[in-house]
């Protein structure tokens, strides 16, 4: 909300301002994971992010 608060001008953009949109995961190294599997969490959290509206943050939920 801050950034959008800001309105920074962005002519490229289909909003006209810069607007901000992250995805988070969360890893534990004790559990025998790859760290590259929370990076692929958080990109995939980014892409539902951007396609759910942009400017908001998404985790990364995994299935149970």
């Known amino acids: 909300a801050a950034?959008?608060?800001l309105?920074?001008?962005?002519g490229g953009?289909?909003?006209g301002h810069v607007t901000?949109?992250?995805g988070l995961g969360s890893w534990t190294p004790e559990r025998?994971?790859?760290a590259d599997n929370m990076?692929?969490?958080a990109d995939r959290a980014l892409y539902r992010a951007?396609?759910?509206g942009r400017n908001k943050v998404?985790?990364?939920r995994p299935s149970t």
């Not at 309105?7 to 962005?10: D, Q, R, W």
């Open 3 to 5: 950034i959008d608060e």
């Open 7 to 10: 309105a920074l001008e962005h």
């Open 13 to 15: 953009s289909e909003h």
């Open 20 to 22: 901000a949109s992250n």
């Open 32 to 34: 025998d994971e790859e």
């Open 39 to 41: 990076i692929k969490a």
């Open 50 to 52: 951007n396609a759910t």
């Open 58 to 60: 998404a985790a990364f």
